[in-house]
């Protein structure tokens, strides 16, 4: 009888535990609730990013504005016909790729001369980077290049509309292209292949090609190319034929950028001075016409410009991007804050939803680091919201966000 009533009990037990675990589980999630309302704050929304990458099309740049004037000095004297390069310097998260991102975008809305195209990372030799470079520069932009180059060469306008409609030939025109081409170029494979784009049964084969990747034989003769691009050497004279057709379509200036160049300091040390070659190369290949800005860690500068004088020496200019200082934070929250207004809004102050102090604690938190500090700042402003606090004082911060505030008193 007892053993019978232990078992009722302990089943009448287990019972409480599941139900209770299965009542309160239900509510941990709510996936329906999606959208947060930040009007309690002015805003139309988190203006801080959720994840620590810039966007693409950056159209928010706060601060930097010295660093900005030195490399707009930089572009200016590459622009009158001297190639001169620079090297973007800070720590992980002060900004390298945001800078190199917004500098892409505010080129291509102001000089319309100007091919700028941004690479995240040098790869680990000149075929990976000229690879990386024609993936970036873009199908839509290439295809759109040998029709333009077509055009220059037989004097037709609208030429792409005339051979869609029949009134000119396509092997014509191209006989004619290749001609002028072959006379600018000396890369026959390349000029092949470029003007192959034109022809639909056979354009996406050729923007491989171009590409660097591999071709088997097969495809290489339907293309009409005896080898592929798949060394330094070619990827070098591959980049110098596009340059070239760029430069006599009125193109001023071809601006490369390069982001975490210290990823070249995980090769293997013959495969990095290769690299480092390669690029100086292609520095001494283009005097006129062409700037290089590359953002590197400051550790990894340093052993370059002390190891590689050969390469350090043909960059013009060394830009740092420091940790930001109390003041320079303050300000940089605050234009982030001002960008998500809503038009009737009315805050105390433009930093609004924080505090002075918690200005004060953000930046002690982060060190000046850019990348630290939007994390915290996006995360205090949803905890904020989510718990109905009116204003985020630095007593408020380490309440919301204890883990990364008592990481730092620690």
């Not at 090297?87 to 505010?106: E, F, M, P, V």
């Not at 596009?242 to 193109?251: E, M, Q, S």
């Not at 370059?304 to 020496?313: C, M, N, P, R, T």
Request: net charge negative; glycine share 4%; charged share 30%.
């Amino acid at each position: 009888m007892e053993k019978y009533l232990y078992m009722i009990t302990s089943l009448d037990v287990y019972r409480s535990i599941w139900e209770y675990e299965n009542m309160s589980s239900e509510k941990l999630l709510d996936f329906k609730k999606i959208s947060k309302n930040y009007k309690a704050y002015g805003l139309k929304k988190n203006p801080f990013p959720y994840v620590g990458v810039p966007e693409d099309a950056i159209q928010l740049y706060a601060d930097r504005k010295k660093e900005l004037k030195m490399i707009e000095e930089v572009i200016k004297s590459s622009l009158q016909n001297v190639s001169c390069h620079a090297a973007l310097i800070g720590s992980y998260g002060n900004g390298k790729t945001h800078t190199l991102k917004y500098l892409k975008r505010q080129i291509e809305n102001q000089l319309e001369d100007v091919v700028v195209v941004y690479i995240s990372n040098p790869g680990d030799r000149v075929l990976s980077l000229y690879s990386n470079f024609m993936y970036e520069f873009g199908f839509q932009r290439l295809e759109e290049l040998v029709w333009k180059f077509l055009e220059f060469a037989t004097g037709e306008k609208s030429l792409r509309k005339k051979v869609n409609e029949g009134e000119v030939l396509l092997p014509e025109i191209l006989e004619i292209g290749k001609r002028r081409l072959l006379n600018e170029i000396k890369y026959t494979d390349f000029a092949t292949a470029f003007l192959k784009l034109t022809m639909e049964e056979c354009k996406f084969l050729a923007w491989k090609y171009l590409c660097g990747e591999p071709i088997i034989s097969d495809y290489r003769r339907e293309l009409d190319v005896v080898s592929a691009i798949d060394n330094d050497e070619k990827a070098l004279r591959a980049f110098m034929s596009l340059k070239r057709i760029l430069t006599l379509l009125g193109n001023k200036l071809l601006c490369l950028l390069i982001d975490e160049f210290e990823s070249i300091e995980y090769l293997h040390p013959i495969l990095k001075q290769k690299i480092l070659n390669g690029i100086r190369h292609l520095i001494d290949l283009n005097p006129q016409g062409f700037c290089l800005i590359i953002g590197c860690a400051p550790e990894v500068w340093v052993d370059i410009v002390k190891e590689y004088h050969a390469f350090s020496d043909r960059i013009f200019r060394q830009i740092t991007l420091k940790a930001l200082s109390e003041k320079d934070t303050r300000d940089f929250i605050a234009t982030y804050l001002k960008n998500s207004r809503l038009d009737d809004a009315d805050p105390p102050n433009e930093i609004f939803p924080f505090t002075e102090d918690a200005i004060t604690e953000i930046h002690r938190a982060a060190e000046g680091n850019i990348r630290r500090m939007l994390m915290i700042c996006n995360q205090a402003i949803d905890a904020g919201i989510e718990h109905n606090i009116p204003e985020i004082s630095s007593e408020k911060l380490r309440e919301l966000l204890p883990d990364l505030f008592e990481t730092v008193e620690s």
